[in-house]
């Protein structure tokens, strides 16, 4: 598995999302999409599937 695309992702969202916090609650927003890449990896092993999640 080539998790490069996933890495730059993550990356990717950690950095537009830096200093985020979900409405309503005082969490950064980077959990909401961490928490779908991990559903989405729980029903596939697709890298890029999860990367565009």
């Known amino acids: 598995m080539?998790?490069?695309i996933l890495d730059k992702a993550i990356l990717f969202a950690?950095?537009?999302h830096s200093g985020m916090k979900r409405k309503g609650k005082n969490l950064p927003?980077?959990?909401h999409p961490m928490e779908t890449?991990?559903?989405v990896?729980?029903?596939t092993d697709d890298v890029?599937?999860?990367a565009a999640a």
Do not use: P, R, T
């Open 29 to 31: 927003f980077i959990l």
């Open 14 to 16: 950690v950095e537009k």
């Open 41 to 43: 990896g729980s029903i």
């Open 37 to 39: 890449v991990a559903i």
């Open 2 to 4: 080539d998790s490069k």
């Open 48 to 50: 890029e599937l999860m």
